[in-house]
C-alpha cells in the first residue's frame, strides 16, 4: 500500500529503470542471433525476468552481473524443448512476442499467464500465425491462453493487415518471420512503437521499415551486438507529470530513451502548456536517448487525436492525472484498446478519479476529464490499483496533490515495469 498526505513539491534529479519493451526485445533477439551480447541497464522487474526464465529454459544461456545481462545466442536453431509449462505471469510483451519464436522452433510447447494475461485476446496473434503455417491452439475457441503450440512445421512467410494497430501482434509476426520461408509482409493501420524493427536492423537483419510498413526477408543471420537499454519513458512520465502538476517543482530525468513512436506523451503535454526541456539528445543502439526536465506549470485541457493514441497508450492514465490539473475538458477518445490491457484501464481511471472527487466521462474507447489548475484532493480517499501496474503509479502521482491522506491499495503490482518507485519518489518530494 502507498499513502500519501500532501500537497508536496519535487525536486532533484534521478534515472528510471531500462525501458520494458527493450529490454524483453533485448534478450529475445540476442537468443535468436549468433554471438554474445552484453545487455546493460537491463530491467529487472517482473515481467522481463519472466521473459528471461522461459528462454533459460528453452536453452539460452544467459549470466546476470549487477545490472547487466550476457546472452549467448545460438541461432535460430538453437532452442530445446522445455519440460515445463512456460508461465509468463502478467506480461501480455512476453507471451506475444515469445509465441512467435516458439512457433519457430521444432518441439512442442505451453504458455501460460495470470489472470489478467489468459484474459487477454490472443486471437490477434493466433490467427495470422496460424496463416504462416503454425499450429498454435489456445483456449475459448484459440482467443485466449493458455496457448498449445506444436511447432513442427515450417512456417512461410506472409502479407499480414493488423486491424488494431499493437507493437507486440507487429513483433510476434516479425520474429516468426525469422523462422519463416519467404518474406513477410506487416501492415498497420497506425504506426506502433517500432523497437524490434529497429533492433534487428542493427543485428543486420534483412529488414525494411517506415511507419505503418514492416517488411522482413529471413535468412540473413542475426550478428548480435551490445545493447544499453535507455531509461523506460514509460516510467519517466510518472515524474515529468508530478514535475508539472506538483508547486514549486524543478525534476531532472537522466537518459531517457525518446523514440519518437513512444514519445508523444512530450508533444500533449507542449500543447497543454507544460515546461519541459529535452537535453544531450543522442543516438544509442539505433535508439534516440535524452535528458528530460519538467518545472511545475499553469496546464491546460487538449483532445488527443486518434491517430497518436498507439503512441501514447502506457502514458494515458498518468495524462488523465495531468489532465485532471489542467483548466479545461480534456477529451481521449479512439482508445478502446485501454480496456484489454492490464485492466480495463477506462474502467480503473473512472472509478478511481470519482472517489477522489474529480469529473470523470467514460466512453466505450475513451476519458473526458474535466480539470482545473487549482484542484485538490479535499477529502480523505482509498484507492484501488486493480493490481495494474501504470494505474497504481498514476494514482500515486494524483494523491501528491491532496491535503488529505490518499491510499493506493495493492501495489505489489508496480514491481512489474517499475521496481524501486515508492523509494525514488520518496527521496523526491517533500511538504
Ligand atoms: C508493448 C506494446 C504495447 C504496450 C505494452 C508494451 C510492447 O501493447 O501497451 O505495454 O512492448 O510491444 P500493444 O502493442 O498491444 O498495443
Known amino acids: ?23 524483453h526485445r533485448s534478450i529475445i533477439l540476442s537468443s535468436i542471433a549468433k554471438g554474445k551480447v552484453e545487455i546493460d541497464n537491463f530491467l529487472f522487474s517482473e515481467d522481463c525476468l519472466n521473459t528471461l526464465k522461459i528462454l533459460k529454459k528453452i536453452g539460452t544461456q544467459c549470466v546476470v552481473s549487477g545490472n547487466s545481462i550476457l546472452i549467448q545466442g545460438n541461432g535460430i536453431t538453437g532452442f530445446n524443448e522445455p519440460d515445463d509449462i512456460l508461465y509468463v505471469g502478467n506480461s501480455g510483451t512476453s507471451i506475444r512476442l515469445l509465441s512467435g519464436l516458439l512457433c519457430g522452433c521444432s518441439f512442442m510447447s505451453v ?10 485476446p490472443m486471437d490477434r496473434i493466433i490467427n495470422p500465425l496460424r496463416a504462416m503455417g503454425a499450429k498454435i ?17 515450417k512456417l512461410r512467410g506472409i502479407k499480414h493487415d493488423i486491424d488494431v494497430p499493437s507493437a507486440q501482434v507487429k513483433s510476434c509476426l516479425a520474429i516468426a518471420a525469422l523462422f519463416a520461408e519467404g518474406t513477410t509482409e506487416i501492415i498497420q493501420p497506425e504506426v506502433s512503437r517500432d523497437h524490434t524493427e529497429r533492433m534487428l536492423e542493427y543485428f543486420g537483419a534483412d ?43 524543478k525534476i531532472l530525468i537522466k537518459d531517457v530513451g525518446i523514440n519518437q513512436t513512444r514519445s508523444y506523451l512530450l508533444d500533449v503535454l507542449k500543447k497543454m502548456n507544460a515546461n519541459i526541456e529535452i537535453k544531450n539528445e543522442r543516438i544509442k543502439n539505433n535508439e534516440k536517448i535524452a535528458d528530460i526536465i519538467s518545472c511545475s506549470s499553469k496546464l491546460k485541457s487538449v483532445n488527443v487525436k486518434k491517430e497518436a493514441i498507439p503512441n501514447i497508450i502506457d502514458e494515458i492514465p498518468i495524462l488523465c492525472v495531468a489532465a485532471a490539473f489542467a483548466d479545461g475538458i480534456t477529451t481521449i477518445r479512439g482508445a478502446k484498446e485501454l480496456r484489454l490491457k492490464e485492466s480495463d484501464r477506462i474502467k480503473s481511471i473512472s472509478n478511481e478519479f470519482k472517489k477522489a472527487g474529480i469529473i470523470v466521462k467514460e466512453y466505450s474507447d475513451g476519458l473526458e476529464i474535466h480539470g482545473s489548475h487549482d484542484a485538490e484532493i479535499k477529502h480523505p480517499a482509498r484507492l484501488k490499483s486493480y493490481g495494474d501496474h501504470r494505474i497504481a503509479m498514476s494514482l500515486a502521482i494524483m494523491a501528491l496533490k491532496g491535503n488529505r491522506k490518499v491510499s493506493i491499495c495493492n501495489t505489489k503490482c508496480v514491481d512489474t515495469s517499475f521496481p524501486g518507485f515508492e523509494k ?8
Open 1 to 23: 500500500m502507498l499513502e500519501f498526505f500532501g500537497p508536496y513539491s519535487i525536486n532533484g534529479s534521478i534515472e528510471v529503470p531500462g525501458d520494458k519493451s527493450i529490454s
Open 111 to 120: 504458455i501460460s499467464g495470470d489472470k489478467s494475461v489468459n484474459n487477454r
Open 137 to 153: 491452439y489456445g483456449r475459448y475457441d484459440n482467443k485466449k491462453a493458455p496457448l498449445v503450440i506444436f511447432g513442427k512445421n
Open 207 to 249: 529488414i525494411k521499415y517506415d511507419g505503418k510498413h514492416t517488411i522482413i526477408v529471413p535468412g540473413k543471420h542475426l550478428i548480435g551486438k551490445d545493447i544499453f537499454v535507455p531509461g523506460d519513458f514509460s516510467s519517466a512520465a510518472f515524474f515529468i507529470i508530478a514535475g508539472l502538476i506538483l508547486k514549486k517543482s
Open 424 to 431: 525514488k519518489l520518496l527521496d523526491l518530494i517533500k511538504k
